[in-house]
């Protein structure tokens, strides 16, 4: 009798196909907790590097804009004048001119489109372009500003991966489209001059 009753009371087997479920169950939840930490170190590490060549591009910027002050004070004191050397990088609507700094990185920051999958995609996150120009070394947007900027050996592939800028009309509007600009119109090279109309644009 005792036993009959041990009988009832036992706890049936668990199924082999329900056992089999939790082990599986449980591997994919630790497959998924390594690759969430894998990729949290990987972001980590990528901020660090952005942080850091953020940091080496700004060091390159002040050193060339001290170069070109060092140049124009000795040739002055030397009773001569100093020419600087012809920019490599020119902005170009039917108007052109020669951008600086501030105007290649508010342009982007601002008006910054990519080409992805022959899409015009806004460049909200460093993921973007990684995934397109990472295999060049272009992985935030700090890079991709120093290869326009400073016309890099990857400058063909950043310039094509941007998307054609979209600014609006001038505030003020423009003047004589069809004058040149040294005779007191809009066409033609403004050279640094382009700078004020970028931010007119912008």
Same mark, same amino acid.
């Given at each position: 009798?005792?036993?009959?009753?041990?009988?009832?009371?036992?706890?049936?087997?668990?199924?082999?196909?329900?056992?089999?479920?939790?082990?599986?169950?449980?591997?994919? @939840?630790? @497959?998924?907790?390594?690759?969430?930490?894998?990729?949290?170190?990987?972001?980590?590490?990528?901020?660090?590097? %952005?942080?850091?060549?953020?940091?080496?591009?700004?060091?390159?910027?002040?050193?060339?804009?001290?170069?070109?002050?060092?140049? #124009?004070?000795?040739?002055?004191?030397?009773?001569?004048?100093?020419?600087?050397?012809?920019?490599?990088?020119?902005?170009?609507?039917?108007?052109?001119?020669?951008?600086?700094?501030?105007?290649?990185?508010?342009?982007?920051?601002?008006?910054?489109?990519?080409? %992805?999958?022959?899409?015009?995609? #806004?460049?909200?996150?460093?993921?973007?372009?990684?995934?397109?120009?990472?295999?060049?070394?272009?992985?935030?947007?700090?890079?991709? %500003?120093?290869?326009?900027?400073?016309?890099?050996?990857? *400058?063909?592939?950043?310039?094509?991966?941007?998307?054609?800028?979209?600014?609006?009309?001038?505030?003020?509007?423009?003047?004589?489209?069809?004058?040149? *600009?040294?005779?007191?119109?809009?066409?033609?090279?403004?050279?640094?001059?382009?700078?004020?109309? %970028?931010?007119?644009?912008?």
């Amino acid at each position: 009798m005792d036993g009959a009753e041990e009988e009832k009371k036992k706890v049936p087997a668990v199924p082999e196909t329900l056992k089999k479920k939790r082990r599986n169950f449980a591997e994919l @939840k630790i @497959k998924r907790l390594r690759k969430k930490f894998a990729q949290k170190m990987l972001r980590k590490a990528r901020r660090k590097l %952005i942080y850091e060549k953020a940091k080496h591009y700004h060091k390159e910027y002040r050193q060339m804009h001290r170069t070109e002050i060092r140049m #124009a004070r000795m040739a002055r004191k030397a009773g001569n004048f100093y020419v600087p050397a012809e920019p490599k990088l020119a902005f170009v609507i039917s108007i052109r001119g020669y951008p600086n700094l501030k105007s290649v990185n508010e342009l982007i920051y601002k008006r910054g489109y990519g080409k %992805i999958n022959k899409k015009r995609i #806004a460049l909200t996150d460093n993921t973007l372009i990684a995934q397109s120009l990472g295999k060049y070394g272009i992985i935030c947007m700090e890079d991709l %500003i120093h290869e326009i900027y400073t016309v890099g050996k990857r *400058f063909k592939e950043a310039n094509n991966f941007l998307w054609p800028f979209k600014l609006s009309s001038p505030r003020g509007g423009m003047k004589k489209k069809t004058t040149h *600009f040294v005779e007191g119109g809009d066409a033609g090279n403004r050279e640094d001059q382009i700078n004020r109309l %970028i931010r007119r644009m912008n």
